[in-house]
T-cell receptor, first 110, second 114 residues
Framework: GNSVTQMEGPVTLSEEAFLTINCTYT??????LFWYVQYPGEGLQLLLK?????DKGSNKGFEATYRKETTSFHLEKGSVQVSDSAVYFC?????????FGAGTRLTVKP | ETGVTQSPTHLIKTRGQQVTLRCSSQ?????VSWYQQALGQGPQFIFQ???????GRGNFPPRFSGLQFPNYSSELNVNALELDDSALYLC?????????????FGSGTQLSVL
């Protein structure tokens, strides 16, 4: 069945450091891929998405590229801020079936 | 602010009891989905409602049931609570036709079963 595997956390970085959170997926068909972010005490918010191979999703300085050949959708940001501290979820949607990864907690220290 | 509101925010029940969680969808949305998020895990899909009928279900037993009302608000009911039902329950609304991926989540109800 469909599944998402993402890098285990927690991840702790200093402000302005480079961020990578790895995500790989298994799916039948041609899924859409997403990154959601969950700030403390809040629900999940869509951060970015990509709907086909080689698409790049981007938002708020975060980027992820849909790599069909490696079945990956790694999240990157060139310079993280304290306000980026949150839990990040990779997700896929295929045939109306949405699956989430386990989440990666990011803490950014000043 | 996504416009999706859930109540209550926290709830404590004992094993064997029944619980009802509530969700008000974002304005203009006609579909509501419920997810269970165990501690340290990603959300797991429970079911989705569209036009007051179940429109998809995940791998959850029948004691998890739901309702959607004409104003698109929704309830999640869980009977015969078990300790493993302790989790954050998330409601997400969307507009059918935009795909399930355009989800707007509420802040969740934290359920503790003792």
């Amino acid at each position: 069945g469909n599944s998402v595997t993402q890098m285990e956390g927690p991840v702790t970085l200093s402000e302005e450091a480079f961020l990578t959170i790895n995500c790989t997926y298994t799916a039948t068909g041609y899924p859409s891929l997403f990154w959601y972010v969950q700030y403390p005490g809040e629900g999940l918010q869509l951060l970015l998405k990509a709907t086909k191979a080689d698409d790049k999703g981007s938002n708020k300085g975060f980027e992820a590229t849909y790599r069909k050949e490696t079945t990956s959708f790694h999240l990157e940001k060139g310079s993280v801020q304290v306000s980026d501290s949150a839990v990040y979820f990779c997700a896929l949607s295929s045939n109306n079936d949405m699956r989430f990864g386990a989440g990666t907690r990011l803490t950014v220290k000043p | 602010e996504t416009g999706v509101t859930q109540s209550p925010t926290h709830l404590i029940k004992t094993r064997g009891q029944q619980v009802t969680l509530r969700c008000s969808s974002q304005s203009g949305h006609n579909t509501v989905s419920w997810y269970q998020q165990a501690l340290g895990q990603g959300p797991q899909f429970i079911f989705q409602y569209y036009r007051e009928e179940e429109n998809g279900r995940g791998n959850f037993p029948p004691r998890f049931s739901g309702l959607q009302f004409p104003n698109y608000s929704s309830e999640l009911n869980v009977n015969a609570l078990e300790l493993d039902d302790s989790a954050l329950y998330l409601c997400a609304s969307s507009r059918l036709g935009q795909g399930r991926e355009k989800l707007f989540f509420g802040s969740g109800t934290q359920l503790s079963v003792l």
